[in-house]
């Protein structure tokens, strides 16, 4: 391989030393056999794939195969900011500094009942941050944030740059879709690895969801990395180190991240279910809710705001009533109304505890299910959501039951769900003869 | 899931126990997931996988993934075995039952100068079995035994079954291209091998040659297995893991398979280049040629006469001119003439010995390299190979040279190949002062 001739033309330059120009010519082929064997792939060499496949130059099955060996073999922290570097390239990065708040973000891995962005993002808007919360579909089956927030009528997701930066000044906080043009290579890749086997690996997971946030240009990011039942990754060892591996990403890239591991071996608050979710985000921002979503919701605006150099207390901003407005003007800035009725169930059948005793323990799993059963989620990913399906809780983890009495309600439109949910929501509940501790919901925290 | 209904038909059968019919839905995904994950693929699942994959109703790129993570967790012999029926069952396979002669076959793993398979198939025949060796264009880029076969003029390597059956019948041996029906599978993963990296993996290599070999209906095989700088796998255990993959596979496909790891670290004999190992062979079957290629011919003859249960001297054979005649008929049965002149280069160049001393080493690669520069072989897969094309040794590992000697003689038909291809040749040899010994042929046989 030799260097193409340079010729430096004979004008008055600046005095900078001209770079040695050396682009080596690069081989898919010797891509992929380089991680397959374990090698370390150069920068160079991922950034021509990342801009090939986002091009539509290198095909799906060459990528398919270098997504595996990926997948098995790992990338390291160099390859990892490389590979994040060139898929945020591969598109637009807002630019956030002419706001004159501090910015921050949240991002969460999601579980079931996880509405907390809802009552999360006006609340830190409300203590002085800006925060620009821009979502992709995501997996695409669970109903995520843009889908909660789409059950209120007239709200649009799908907004430009300019009308993002304009409600970031006016209003503070955004909750949107991330555009076409935020890390544009994430959305090829991901709908690949989706086809192909490989959406469970860390480093490819890590830089699908950093790269977004990197490139909406939040300058600070607090991660919420679910573990347990009813989270994308169960095993508390491997969730970890997600929440390491982007917490590394951040900092390399000048990012300030802080990851809190937190359990989701049972539903936040009570509300699983698009417009559910969206009417207990309303409640906690209006001084109610849950004790489980108002607690995670504080915690994390914490991290938010010491992350983005705020002296605030957000506990005391809620109490104050201070966020509902903001989140009331988030909505209007979206083209939704904060006071209109939102989207109900046709029919809301109650199921009922078989037993008396101890709540021991409330599985995420078999509620995530049923309500996606109901149609809080999708079976393929062009399918609607059913806005007003899911479930309200009555029994918790800890509470004490009387045979007969509710556990849950179960909101659907369409009677000939029911069965195939039941059959999930049925097991979602274990009694016991005595009480058993609920513990803490943030596991850890990782910087 | 639930088993089809079966009705059994109330009429007389004879007495047999009606299999339990169940025939397991399958998913790509967990298919992938499953190979990924470290678990051992089930029967059906293969069997799903191949035949999807050949008739086109599984993409690419999920073949691409699966491939990779065989190509990283392997296959045991249960999916061997299922993996390679499941390729021989996705198109025909010959049944040589009707010979009257036993039959046997012989592969080899490719190296450079390997032209044994053309004494060796009438030799064999001479010798009283039947030897259908049909091949593949295998790896398409370096001339195989077709591309050697096919600079005899008039020759043809494709023929319909009957034609295949009635010279095995006649003539007793055949060389000639596997068609369609043969393996259909293994073409269909070969290319996507190629174009993803997952070429040296042993399993698929091994289910690759196994699948082929088995369709082709011999019932015994002998396989030589290279090692060294010239051999597809220059590793002597990687070679020593394929060859007992392939004899395990055989086995248990009732084909009794023996193989011999030779060695592969300088050219077999004088000529490399197709129509010039074409008249090596002849030399060797009409009782000269140079001691290795004989040598490595009588070895692998006696093998295939053994498993083939015949009591014969194959080193007689050859000795009496007995297997010269039937080369011919060979030749002459696909339509080829055997008198008729083999193409000549237009050009032929020295090379001459830079210095004097013993030939200490002479290294196949290089050889092999420069050889494919000349033409020999193929720059991509649809290019033509130029048959006169190649190199002809005069000094190997273990003669003393003078300065000034001629090393190798190079035939070539456009100039303007030379400099490239010289590049390479004049690397290929190393003098000393003192010969050093040369290692045997053989250096291990599997069974």
Redesign the interface.
Known sequence: MTAPEVTVPEVNVPEVNVPEVNVPEVN??DV??GK?DGRALRTHEIEWFIDGYTRGAI???????L???V???GLDDAELTAWTDAMITSGDRLDLSVLDRPTTDKHSTGGVGDKISLPLCPLVAACGAAVPQLSGRGLGYFGGTLDKMESIPGWRANLGTTEILDQLREVGAIIAAAGDRLAPADRRLYA?RD????VESIPLIASSIMSKKIAEGTATLVLDVKVGSGAFMPDRDRARRLAETMVGIGARAGVRTVALLTRMDTPLGAAVGNALEVAEAVSVLGGGGPTDVVDLTVTLAREMCAAAGLDADPGAVLASGAALPVWERMVRAQGGDPTAPLPRAALIETMYAPQRGWVTRLDARPIGIGAWRLGAGRAHRQDPIVPAAGVVLHAKEGDWVEQGQPLLDIHLDDPARLPAAREFLERAYTFGPEPLPVPPLVIERIA
């Open positions: 898919m082929i992929i056999v397959r095909p799906d099955e060459q990528a398919a195969s997504l595996m060996a997948f098995l073999n690949l086809a192909i086997g490989t």
